[in-house]
């Protein structure tokens, strides 16, 4: 399927880029549910469920998980913070301010 893109206008080359983007989106669609239906089929072999393999047990070790908070601002306990990570500006302000980090533990 060889396409001159010399010979196409501007509308149609966008046109075909949209309508390719459309199927790109489409077969990565139906390859993650092949991948999907693969480690569940694979995970069943071993006697588990992909749940139980990649997502029920335990959230050590989970990429992105967020821990629980340890620090809350002062005047605003809805601001918190983990401990891990980059400090909120409220975090600095307030060490700036010549206050102590165990001041704001929840």
């Given at each position: ?47 588990f ?46 060490l ?11």
């Amino acid at each position: 399927m060889a396409i001159d893109l010399d010979k196409l206008s501007r509308d149609e080359l966008v046109k075909l880029i949209s309508d390719a983007e459309k199927a790109l989106k489409s077969l990565e669609t139906r390859r993650k549910a092949e991948a999907k239906r693969a480690a569940e089929k694979a995970a069943q072999e071993y006697g588990f469920s992909l749940d139980d393999v990649i997502g029920g047990g335990s959230a050590k070790g989970a990429k992105g998980s967020k821990g629980a908070p340890k620090y809350a601002h002062p005047e605003n306990p809805e601001k918190t913070w983990t401990g891990r990570g980059r400090q909120p500006n409220w975090v600095k302000e307030w060490l700036e301010s010549g206050k102590s980090l165990d001041d704001l533990k929840i």
